[in-house]
C-alpha cells in the first residue's frame, strides 16, 4: 500500500459517515483570474479611492481588514521587507482565524468572472484581489515548486484523470497531511503546485505551513481514487491562464500587458517636481481615446476645474498626491465624453509603506 494510501486509511478509520455535495472539477470559467501584468504600479495609484469605496460597501472586508492591521502591528515580521505593508495585511487578513472574509471573498471570486459588469458592479472585493495577486506574484521564487495538501469537508470533487483543472479561487493547503487533514477530509487533493507561495511568515498560524495556490494555475488530473469515504484527486500543475487582465484598469490599460507596461514606463521617466498646476495632452483615434498626463505633484485636492483641449472637453479634473505602497502618486481623473481613465506619474519610493490602508471610523 503506497504511503498516502494507507496514511489516509487510518486517518479514515474514525471519521462518521456523512451527508455530502458532489461537484466537478473544470476550468472554472466564471473565476476573475487577473494577473494585472504590467500593469501594478497602476493599480496600486488607484488603491486609496477604491479600498474606501469597497471598505464602506463591504463591512466583512472592513472589520477583517482592521483585525489584521491591529494583529500585524503586535506581531510584526521578519519577512516585512518582502512585501509592501498592504500586501502583508492583506495575507493577514484573508487568514485570520474567526473571520468570514476567505470564505465570503472565495465565493465572490468564482463567479465575479463570469461577465465584466458582474466584476465591476458586484464584486467588491477589488483591492483584495489585487494585493493577494501581487503578494503571491512577489514572494514566488522561479522554479519553486512545492507538493502540499488540501482538505475539504462534506464535499466530494470529482474530475477525470488527464482532465485539465483550475481551482477558480485562492485555495489554502498545507505542507503537512495532517493539517489538511484536520480542515476536512470528503476530498483530499494532493498538489504539485509551480504558482503556489509559502506564506508562513504572514500567517497567525505558522504551524500549519501553509501554501497559498493563486486561482489562475492550471492544473492535469493525474490521478483519482477513492479510500473509504474519502475521495482523493491528484493534480500536477501545468502553468496558467487568465481571461481578464487589469480590468479594472480597462480605459488606461486595456486588455494588452505589453502596452500598459509601456505607457508606465514613460510616466516613470518623468520627473516630478513641485507646482500646483497640471499639463494634460489627449489624442483621439477613430475608436479610442489615448489620455497622457504630465502631472506635477501638489499638497492638496485641487479645486474643481474645467479644461478645454482641442475639440475634446475634461468637466472634471480632480488632482491628488497619493502616497501608498512603494509609490508616491499624483493622481488626474478625468472624464470626457467618451473616456473616463485615471493616469498616475509614479516617483519610486521605499518598498515599505509607512502607514497601511485604513477603513473609514464610520462605516
Known amino acids: 500500500m503506497a504511503p498516502l494510501t494507507r496514511t489516509l486509511a487510518l486517518m479514515a478509520m474514525s471519521v462518521a459517515t456523512v451527508a455530502i455535495d458532489v461537484k466537478w ?5 466564471n473565476a476573475f483570474d487577473d494577473q494585472y501584468l504590467g500593469c501594478g504600479p497602476a493599480m496600486t495609484a488607484a488603491l486609496p479611492a477604491l479600498n474606501l469605496s469597497e471598505f464602506k460597501e463591504n463591512l466583512v472586508f472592513a472589520e477583517a481588514w482592521r483585525e489584521a492591521v491591529e494583529d500585524w502591528k503586535d506581531q510584526g515580521s521578519h519577512v516585512r521587507s518582502l512585501l509592501s505593508l498592504d500586501q502583508a495585511i492583506a495575507l493577514r487578513a484573508y487568514t485570520m482565524e474567526g473571520m468570514r472574509l ?3 471573498f472565495n465565493v465572490a471570486v468564482r463567479e465575479a468572472g463570469s461577465s465584466s459588469s458582474e466584476y465591476r458592479d458586484n464584486f467588491h472585493f477589488k483591492s483584495l484581489h489585487f494585493l493577494l ?3 503571491l506574484q512577489k514572494l514566488r521564487r522561479p522554479k519553486q515548486c512545492y507538493d502540499v495538501f488540501r482538505g475539504v469537508n462534506n464535499t466530494q470533487f470529482k474530475a477525470n484523470k488527464n482532465d485539465k483543472v483550475r481551482f477558480g479561487q485562492f485555495v489554502s493547503s498545507s505542507m503537512d497531511i495532517k493539517v489538511a487533514w484536520e480542515f476536512g477530509h470528503g476530498t483530499i487533493f494532493k498538489v504539485n ?4 507561495v509559502d506564506i508562513q511568515g504572514f500567517t497567525s498560524f505558522p504551524e500549519e505551513e501553509e501554501v497559498l495556490i493563486p486561482p489562475f494555475e492550471t492544473f492535469k488530473v493525474t490521478d483519482v481514487r477513492k479510500i473509504g469515504n474519502t475521495m482523493v484527486i491528484e493534480l500536477q500543475s501545468t502553468g496558467n491562464i487568465s481571461n481578464y487582465n487589469s480590468e479594472w484598469l480597462k480605459g488606461h490599460c486595456g486588455h494588452h500587458a505589453h502596452e ?3 505607457d508606465l514606463q514613460r510616466n516613470e521617466d518623468t520627473k516630478v517636481t513641485k507646482a500646483s498646476v497640471a499639463t494634460v495632452a489627449t489624442t483621439a483615434t477613430l475608436a479610442t481615446v489615448t ?5 506635477a505633484t501638489v499638497d492638496t485636492l485641487a479645486p474643481r476645474t ?10 472634471t479634473a480632480i ?5 501608498h505602497e512603494a509609490t508616491v502618486a499624483t493622481v488626474v481623473t478625468m472624464v470626457t465624453e467618451t473616456t473616463e481613465a485615471t493616469v498616475a506619474t509614479v516617483v519610486p519610493q521605499s518598498p515599505w509603506s509607512p502607514q497601511p490602508l485604513q477603513p473609514p471610523q464610520s462605516l
Open 319 to 323: 488632482v491628488a498626491t497619493v502616497t
Open 133 to 135: 495577486t501581487q503578494a
Open 260 to 262: 500598459c507596461h509601456q
Open 306 to 315: 474645467t479644461l478645454g483641449i482641442g475639440s475634446t472637453m475634461v468637466t
Open 193 to 196: 503546485t509551480c504558482h503556489g
Open 25 to 29: 472539477m473544470d476550468m472554472a470559467p
Open 102 to 104: 476567505y470564505n465570503q
Open 291 to 295: 489620455i497622457v498626463a504630465i502631472v
